[in-house]
């Protein structure tokens, strides 16, 4: 079966082109994502792009120009690569994780969810080719810090890209109601039973059964919660007149 069967099947297709594909089984194969493959509803493909390197060792790495530590991905294994996927499907969307992205956000997962198929490109060792960013279509970094390779980063981006395809996650609002949504807010706390944890109480308001009170709680409590912990967010976050009052009341629980 081609890639391309495979996608029609699938609401969204994801391929991997990394040198460690058995890093991804577990996790591919387990939890909601995995639930979402049995139903057809995602789909993956893990690419060794060893195996279009040239020369009797595959070689995909070697020592940079101009001298330096470690060694340096190699252009050509990873255009064969990119070559072979666009020949089956030339509408895929690749993309480089490395630390010179574009920072990885909600917004960021929205668009790329909206994909048919994605292809995200792991790297290793010292760095890459420079040139490979000229073969893919994005680049992303999932946070200012270095990995060892860009697998672990290319799992982030599936979950968060992967939930937010229709049917992936059961319950549709729930990936309404969260942090970094239309409304650019944190989430608002949430508890469970029991009702008393070593003194830790849950708020009366959850237990009224007054709908209107509780809405009226969580709501308040997103924007407290992003007051006080990404106040950065709220410059960006849709707030009603009512609302940036009752804010202004609260500069001093904020603090």
Not at 161 to 190: A, I, K, M, W
Request: proline fraction near 5%; hydrophobic fraction near 40%; aromatic fraction near 6%.
């Amino acid at each position: 079966m081609t890639l391309v069967q495979e996608q029609g099947q699938a609401r969204m297709c994801w391929t991997v082109l990394t040198l460690f594909p058995d890093m991804f089984e577990p996790v591919i194969s387990s939890s909601l994502f995995g639930k979402a493959r049995e139903r057809g509803l995602l789909d993956v493909r893990l690419v060794d792009y060893r195996q279009y390197a040239n020369g009797k060792h595959k070689a995909v790495d070697d020592t940079p120009f101009g001298g330096g530590a470690g060694m340096v991905i190699k252009v050509e294994p990873l255009a064969a690569a990119l070559d072979s996927l666009r020949r089956e499907n030339p509408a895929v969307y690749p993309v480089l994780l490395r630390p010179q992205g574009r920072p990885f956000d909600q917004q960021a997962a929205r668009r790329l969810s909206n994909k048919r198929h994605v292809a995200l490109v792991c790297g290793r060792y010292e760095g890459m080719d420079e040139r490979i960013a000229g073969l893919v279509d994005e680049e992303i970094s999932i946070g200012d810090y270095v990995l060892s390779g860009g697998e672990a980063a290319a799992w982030v981006v599936m979950d968060a890209v992967s939930r937010l395809v229709p049917g992936v996650v059961g319950e549709p609002q729930s990936v309404v109601e969260e942090s970094f949504g239309s409304d650019n807010l944190l989430e608002h706390p949430h508890y469970t039973r029991p009702r008393e944890f070593r003194g830790m109480t849950v708020p009366e308001v959850l237990l009224s059964g007054d709908h209107a009170a509780i809405e009226l709680w969580r709501r308040r409590q997103s924007i407290i919660q992003t007051a006080r912990r990404r106040p950065d967010l709220l410059a960006q976050a849709e707030l009603d007149d009512d609302e940036r009052a009752w804010l202004k009341e609260m500069e001093n629980d904020v603090d």
